[in-house]
């Protein structure tokens, strides 16, 4: 299966803390996207990140890429209850308009 | 303005009906997608128009037929619903080419009974 897998599947922090969740994919890739999904809601579009990246920032998201290891993480920095959501990776292969998302990672920030 | 809008937002629905899922995108993207999210929120590619042509067509049961009367519509119709078609499903629009970010319409919770 070319489905991106996140770790962990849920999380629980405290507000202030850090979080970080992982992905992990099988397939060559063109670009990598995380995307945050609130409760009852569509998904919302956080950062892309290229395969010839390794890291990307914005605002309090930091996303690497390893291609090596077929790996991706999203680090939120001093979380919000806010950020409160499941996170999504999702991956590209170049040539097709296709994306696959992974499982996501259920997050809760408790204030 | 809402970019990606669904109509509905609720259908709930007797096994057997045949129902249809409209879907709007007002950003002038080329290309469409449908996603069905199950109750895991396993999100899963359906379909994908691009110019109001199909290009993707996952392995997906022939009572699902999507419809694309201009690009800033894709509509899902749905034939002799049945349980296992539960789920969210959701609209999304992106421009051409794999660097573009998809953007999602709210999702439309079909609950067939």
């Known amino acids: 299966s070319q489905q991106g897998e996140e770790d962990p599947q849920a999380l629980s922090i405290q507000e202030g803390e850090n979080a970080t969740m992982n992905c992990s994919y099988k397939?060559?890739?063109?670009?990598l996207q995380w995307y945050r999904q609130n409760s009852g809601r569509g998904l919302v579009h956080l950062i892309l990140?290229?395969?010839?990246?390794r890291e990307k920032h914005s605002g309090r998201l930091r996303v690497t890429l390893d291609t090596s290891k077929k790996s991706s993480s999203l680090l939120i920095t001093a979380s919000r209850a806010a950020d409160t959501a499941s996170y999504f990776c999702?991956?590209?292969?170049?040539?097709?308009?296709?994306?696959?998302f992974g499982t996501g990672t259920r997050l809760k920030v408790l204030a | 303005d809402t970019a990606v809008s669904q109509t509905p937002k609720y259908l709930v629905t007797q096994m057997g009906n045949d129902k249809s899922i409209k879907c709007e995108q007002n950003?002038?993207?080329?290309?469409m997608y449908w996603y069905k999210q199950d109750s895991k929120k396993f999100l899963k590619i359906m379909f994908s128009?691009?110019?109001?042509?199909?290009?993707i067509n996952e392995t997906v049961p022939n009572r699902f037929s999507p419809k694309s009367p201009d690009k800033a519509h894709l509509n899902l119709h749905i034939n002799s619903l049945e349980l296992g078609d539960s789920a969210v499903y959701f609209c999304?629009?992106?421009?051409?080419?794999?660097?573009?970010?998809?953007?999602f319409g709210p999702g439309t919770r079909l609950l067939v009974l």
């Open positions: 397939t060559s890739i063109n670009n």
């Open positions: 999702a991956i590209s292969n170049s040539g097709t308009y296709k994306y696959i």
């Open positions: 999304a629009s992106s421009q051409a080419g794999d660097l573009e970010t998809q953007y």
């Open positions: 950003l002038g993207h080329d290309t």
């Open positions: 990140i290229r395969s010839n990246e």
């Open positions: 128009y691009n110019n109001k042509e199909l290009i």
